[in-house]
């Protein structure tokens, strides 16, 4: 069971102040499993990934990854582990053409030069293959729509051979049109051997792609599921129970 495990996290704990964000979660997530992470505003969901990807420190709890306990001083050190994360506004440099974005802190040089030709060419290719289709690569990300932002970023995690891929609220500001398209890459990912946390508010957006469902409310885990033992609806009962609200039957 442990060499299947790509993430594991044990007993973590963070308080911020007085407010207790996360108190003792274990987490796990396996080698190819997308793993869906649920819960409402203040749950803790992001507090979680911030600490495995070494934006926060833990006040207590072990993380392992891929069996090595690993405590990672920044994102920029995990991502030379292989975790890359993308968040839904902070992603991508607005002024910056598609390709310097694609590439930007990992330019490919050959000597003192910058390999331009050879960064546009992978950049286009990336984004084909992820099935986006830009007119250069040379146009700013600034005219780009919100899922468009997402494919790059999700195609960069690709080319640099992430092993992992956390996707902090991917879908929460597009379009129905441009969500679908997201959940695809998702797919595809998954098709490509990657693991993916998936954080969402959107319980049938995390139902299609997860693998697994792990429900955190007020910093406790209070489910985690196969998706083919649980239900949609069976979710929306557990968030809203444990976050003091009483739904009427449907
Ligand atoms: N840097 C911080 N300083 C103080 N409190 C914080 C900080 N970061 C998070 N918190 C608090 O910790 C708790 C968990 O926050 P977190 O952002 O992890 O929740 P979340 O599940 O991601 O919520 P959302 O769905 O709204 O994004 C909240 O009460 C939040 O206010
Ligand atoms: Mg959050």
């Known amino acids: 069971m442990i060499n299947n495990l790509l993430v594991e ?44 990807v070494g ?27 292989g975790i890359e994360t993308v968040y839904q506004d902070l992603a991508l440099v607005n002024l910056l053409p598609i390709w310097r974005n694609f590439f930007l802190g990992r330019e490919i040089v050959k000597g003192i030069t910058l390999s331009i030709e050879e960064m546009k060419r992978i950049t ?29 970023a999700i195609a960069r995690a690709m080319y640099f051979g992430a092993k992992l891929l956390i996707l902090d609220e991917p879908t929460a500001a597009l379009s129905v049109g441009e969500t679908r398209k997201v959940l695809e890459h998702i797919n595809n990912v998954r098709e ?11 319980i049938y957006h995390v139902y299609e792609v997860a693998d697994r469902l792990v429900i955190l409310e007020k910093g406790i885990k209070v489910g985690d599921f ?17 976050a003091g609200v009483i739904l009427k039957e449907v």
């Open 55 to 81: 934006y926060e420190k833990a006040d207590e709890g072990e993380i392992y990854f891929e069996g090595k306990k690993v405590s990672f001083n920044s994102p920029k050190e995990a991502r030379e582990m």
């Open 192 to 202: 490509k051997g990657l693991s993916v946390i998936f954080i969402s508010h959107n």
């Open 124 to 152: 286009s290719e990336y984004l084909k293959e992820i099935g986006i289709w830009v007119r250069s690569p040379d146009e700013t990300v600034f005219f780009l729509s919100g899922g468009e932002r997402q494919a790059i």
């Open 9 to 52: 996290m044990k007993n973590i704990k963070k308080n911020f102040g007085r407010v207790q964000a996360l108190r003792g979660v274990d987490f796990n997530v396996g080698k190819k499993e997308i793993v869906g992470l649920l819960g409402d505003n203040g749950a803790g969901k992001s507090t979680l990934i911030k600490i495995l």
């Open 226 to 242: 196969k998706k083919e033992d649980v239900t949609p609806q069976e979710i929306m009962n557990i968030i809203a129970k444990a």
